[in-house]
C-alpha cells in the first residue's frame, strides 16, 4: 500500500503569515496515464472535506489563490501564502494513483 | 453541479446490519466509478469500497472485505453500502465521493455508530 506521511501534525500560525505542509509518499504517484494523482483536501470543522488542489498544482474554482500545490514524484508540499481565520481546519493529502489513501493530517490552528 | 446526499446512518448493536444509501445528481452517474470513504470520530480518511460505472466491479478495503456489499442503481441515480457484522470499529461518518481519483466530490457524510 502506499503510505502518505504528513508533517506537520499540528500547524499554529499566526494570522497573515505564511504556512507549509510536507506530503511524502512511499512510491511515485505517477500513474500509468502519465498524471500524478497527489491531491490537497480542507477539513474545516464539523464539514466534509473539501478539494482544494488537484493533481499536485491545479487549484479548484473559487479556491483562493493563496494556496498552492508543487512537488513531484514522492514529495509534496501544501503552501498557504498569508493565513486567514477561514483556514483553520484539518489539511489532508491524498493519492489516487494506487488504490487511494490519505496523509495522516495537519490541524491548522490560529497561534 | 454534483450533489452527493447520503443516508441511512445510526446506532446498531454489534453484530447487526445497516444499509447506506447515496442519492446522486448533477453528473452523468452511469458513466462513473463510484465510493465510500469513512473517518472515525477524531480520526482520518480511509476509502472503504469502489464500484465500476457498470456495476460489474466491485473492490474492497481489506477491513471490511467480506462484511460490506457495494452496489448501485444507475437507473435511479443511486448508491448503496450493505454494512453486516458491524464492529465498534466501524463506527464512523461514510461518505460517498465521485471521482475519487482527483478528490473531487464528497457527499455531507452519515454517521454510523456501532455500539451496545
Known amino acids: 500500500d502506499v503510505v502518505l506521511t504528513q508533517s506537520p501534525l499540528s500547524l499554529p500560525v499566526t494570522l497573515g503569515q505564511p504556512a507549509s505542509i510536507s506530503c511524502r509518499s512511499t512510491q511515485s504517484l505517477v500513474h500509468t496515464d502519465g498524471n500524478t494523482y497527489l491531491n490537497w483536501l480542507q477539513q474545516r470543522p464539523g464539514q466534509s472535506p473539501r478539494r482544494l488542489i488537484y493533481?499536485?498544482?491545479n487549484r479548484d474554482s473559487g479556491v483562493p489563490d493563496r494556496f498552492s500545490g508543487s512537488g513531484s514524484g514522492t514529495d509534496f508540499t501544501l503552501e498557504i501564502s498569508r493565513v486567514e481565520a477561514e483556514d483553520v481546519g484539518v489539511y489532508y493529502c491524498?493519492?489516487?494513483?494506487?488504490?487511494?489513501?490519505f496523509g495522516q493530517g495537519t490541524k491548522l490552528e490560529i497561534k | 453541479q454534483v450533489q452527493l446526499v447520503e443516508s441511512g446512518g445510526g446506532v446498531v448493536q454489534p453484530g447487526r446490519s445497516l444499509r447506506l444509501s447515496c442519492a446522486a445528481s448533477g453528473f452523468t452517474f452511469s458513466a462513473y466509478d463510484m465510493y465510500w470513504v469513512r473517518q472515525a470520530p477524531g480520526k482520518g480518511l480511509e476509502w472503504v469500497a469502489l464500484i465500476s460505472n457498470d456495476g460489474s466491479g466491485k473492490y474492497y478495503a481489506d477491513s471490511v472485505k467480506g462484511r460490506f456489499t457495494i452496489s448501485r442503481d444507475n437507473f435511479e441515480n443511486m448508491l448503496y453500502l450493505q454494512l453486516n457484522s458491524l464492529r465498534p470499529d466501524d463506527t464512523a461518518v461514510y461518505y460517498c465521493a465521485h471521482d475519487l481519483k482527483s478528490g473531487a466530490y464528497w457527499g455531507q457524510g452519515t454517521l454510523v455508530t456501532v455500539s451496545s
Open positions: 493533481k499536485v498544482s
Open positions: 491524498m493519492q489516487g494513483a494506487y488504490w487511494y489513501t
